[in-house]
């Protein structure tokens, strides 16, 4: 389960048997950027790759890689998941730099807040930037994990003694 947060960072609750929830938000936030990019660019011409994709890209296309996602203990079983992203579009256009500068505008829009699971999640530390011909744009999604712990033996009967 998600929840909005007054913060912008998400809060999201399993148990430690729930491994689908926990490693599967990195997938559905994939998916949520992914849904964002198609509002404005259609399928028909501009792919997507989700994995690392060493050669062989066809343009125009963009990348999303999360590359150094981490892990911060709060306190108790409270966690918090940052996951920074890298978008990367290369463009087929004659005027590329023109091309790179209008999509990093329509990124910075899209991903300000996308949604999973039906909550919106803010973007943060978003920075676009052209490094050797390619856009490399930059946003961060956070969320707290709470987890859960597994259902400890439940005593059935119990003799309290009150005479000391």
Known sequence: MISSSMDSVTD???????NTIRNGMMD???NGIVN???QIYDESKYEIYTESVEQGLKEPCFSIL????HIEHIVGT????????????????????ADELNVSENL???LKGITV???????KNILGQIVDGVLQFQVTYEFFVVDKPDDEEKIENCDINTNA
Not at 78 to 97: A, G, Q, V
Not at 117 to 123: A, K, L
């Open 12 to 18: 999201v609750y399993c148990s430690r048997d729930e």
């Open 28 to 30: 559905k936030i994939i």
């Open 36 to 38: 964002q990019i198609r």
């Open 66 to 69: 999360c590359l150094s996602p």
């Open 78 to 97: 409270r966690y918090k998941r940052t996951l920074p992203f890298t978008i990367r579009y290369w463009s087929d256009s004659e005027e590329t730099y």
């Open 108 to 110: 910075e829009y899209l």
């Open 117 to 123: 699971d039906g909550f919106v999640m803010h973007g």
